[in-house]
C-alpha cells in the first residue's frame, strides 16, 4: 500500500469543449504528481482508451481509467472503468442501469449552472460509489459544501476532479488515498472511504475559455 494521488475528471480533445491531446494530459498529470488518472469525456470513451493505451504503451507511471461523463435527462453522470459508450438523454435510471458494471461518480450534483443531478440523487444514491464533493470549475464554494454534506450524511464517498479541459487546470484538485495502484485496490479503497480532498476553485476564466474553444480547435 502507498498514498496516491488521483484526478477523476479530465477531458480531452475528445469532448467539443476541451482541447487536450492524450500526449498533453499524460505529461501534465505526470508532472503534477498525480498516480491516478480518469478521462471523462462527454459521451465518449475515446480520450481515455487513447490516453490508456499510450500510457501503457510508453510505459509511463501513471495510472489511467477510461470514463466517460454522460448527459442523462436529469444532468451528467460519470462511469469509469467501463469502455462502451453509454447513450446519452436516458432517464437517469437506465443510464445507472446501463452502467452498473462500471464505477459512477456524481459529478458537481449540486452546481445549478451546470447539469448537476440535483434533487435526482435521492433516487440514486443506493446504486452509486461516489458524489464527486469538490470540483475546481464549480463557481460557487457553496455548491461544493453541499455536494460534501450530502455525502457525509449519507455515508457514500467523496472524490474530487478538477473537471480540466485545458492543461493549465489539471490536477487543480485531486484526492490522495492508501491504496496499491491496480484497479480492485484503488476501487475498494475509495468505497472504505479513507480519502483525503484537496483542491483550489480556478474561477471564471476556464468557462470563458471554454466557450470561445472554437476558436482553438
Known amino acids: 500500500m502507498e498514498k496516491i494521488k488521483l484526478d477523476f475528471h479530465i477531458h480531452s480533445y475528445y469532448s467539443p469543449d476541451g482541447n487536450m491531446k492524450p500526449k498533453d494530459i499524460l505529461e501534465t498529470a505526470i508532472s503534477k504528481g498525480l498516480d491516478v488518472i480518469s478521462v471523462t469525456d462527454h459521451n465518449s470513451t475515446k480520450g481515455g482508451i ?18 466517460q461523463e454522460i448527459n442523462t435527462l436529469s444532468g451528467e453522470i460519470i462511469i469509469l ?5 453509454i447513450p446519452q438523454n436516458m432517464s437517469l435510471e437506465e443510464t445507472i442501469s446501463y452502467g452498473k458494471k462500471g464505477f459512477i461518480i456524481a459529478p458537481h450534483p449540486f452546481d445549478k449552472f451546470r447539469k ?17 464533493t469538490f470540483n475546481s470549475r464549480t463557481i460557487l464554494s ?35 488515498i ?14 472504505e472511504g479513507k480519502i483525503s480532498i484537496y483542491g483550489r476553485q480556478t474561477g471564471l476564466k476556464p468557462h470563458l475559455k471554454t466557450s470561445m474553444i472554437h476558436l482553438f480547435k
Open 81 to 85: 472503468n467501463l469502455e462502451e459508450d
Open 50 to 67: 487513447e490516453t490508456r493505451n499510450l500510457a501503457e504503451k510508453k510505459d509511463m507511471p501513471i495510472t489511467v481509467f477510461v470514463g
Open 116 to 132: 448537476g443531478i440535483g434533487e435526482e440523487l435521492d433516487s440514486i444514491k443506493d446504486r452509486i460509489n461516489a458524489i464527486e
Open 142 to 176: 457553496s455548491h461544493n459544501k453541499l455536494a460534501e454534506i450530502y455525502a457525509r450524511n449519507n455515508k457514500i464517498p467523496g472524490v474530487a476532479g478538477s473537471d480540466s479541459h485545458f492543461s493549465e487546470e489539471l490536477g487543480s484538485s485531486y484526492f490522495t
Open 178 to 191: 492508501e491504496s496499491k495502484k491496480t484497479t480492485n485496490s484503488i476501487f475498494k479503497s475509495i468505497k
